[in-house]
């Protein structure tokens, strides 16, 4: 795997600035710590088992017609494995893949060095592709589409376009934002597909593999602990199996159960639901300021001092998913569970929510 460049840069740049207690996306010092817990076959790629079975089928039928695969776009909150896929596809098909971000691609020789650079079959990753600017979305169309660049050379008149083709490639595009990609980027993806927020057992199963590859002693119990506070991200369960080792290690003998999951997680305030500080300032906000809502995602993200990007991209996908807040045109609120979860009496009437978590 070639790494062009750094597939989440941008993300740690924005979120750095609080970093309350855990997040989802990738930071810095734990990228070596993700690379190597990160899957790279299907059978280690745990759950999304509906988006697996239809790759899994078209990688079959691209390998039959000897053909590269079709192009793939993947969208979904941060964590849920949307670069692990790519990198799992890469290897299924027994291909290259080389990796880069939309903001790497400012300047439309970056894009077209890229595309100059892959070999035929390579699979080509460009992760925030949401964030590609129109200049490089032009070149794609062609190089997606019918595989050749139209490149200009010389001045006013004597300007000469050149069609350059291109070996065939496959573009994994990835985005926690599907709604601001442009349409016709969106419509020259042959797969779209949205990653799932994981259940409890998924990631309990994830908990005890990368226990596993880490050398930590885990009991089921222990894990499924762990599993309920990881916001059905299985990043989130990878840092949190790897802070309740921690803990395991300095006070008890390291071998991580029910009791020290639960202790340890309380420490570090992350509550039943998986909820930190930052979820819960959002949640009471809105409840003690703003009666429950609506109350615009401005006047929040100021009123807690994150910035709305944040609060879009990273705590409102589980919130949303759990139940625990609604979008409306007039703004946000929560719901009668988020009055119940944290501790408030007062629950107005509402729509009954499903809960995320298993029974
Ligand atoms: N299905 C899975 N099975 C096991 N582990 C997984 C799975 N999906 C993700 N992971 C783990 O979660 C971590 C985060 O996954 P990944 O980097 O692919 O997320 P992402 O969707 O690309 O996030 P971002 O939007 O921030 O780029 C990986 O290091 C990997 O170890
Ligand atoms: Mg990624």
Redesign the pocket.
Known sequence: MSIISD??DF?SAVREKKNPVIK???IEPDKNF??C???KTFD?????SALKDTIKITIEAAKKREQPLDHLL?Y??????????AGVIAQEMGVDIKITSAPALERPRDIIGILMSLQGGEILFI??IHRLNKVAEEILYPAMEDFYLDMTTGKSQTVKTLRVPLPKFTLIG?T?KAGELSGPLRDRFGIIHR?EF?TES?LS??IR??AGILNIEIDEKGARAIARRSRG???I??RLVKRVSDFAIVKYNGKINEDIANESLDILKIDEYGLDRTDRSLLKLIIEKYDGGPVGIETIAAAIGEDVRTIEDVCEPFLLQAGLLQRTPRGRKVSPETYRHLGYKFAPVGAQQTSLFDK
């Open positions: 597939d989440n993300k989802p996306e990738a993700e690379n817990i990160r899957p280690n790629y745990i759950g999304q993947f979904g909150p941060p964590g849920l494995g949307k670069t692990t896929l992760d925030e990835a926690t990653l994981y998924e199963q994830v593999r990368t991200t299985p990043r369960a990878n």
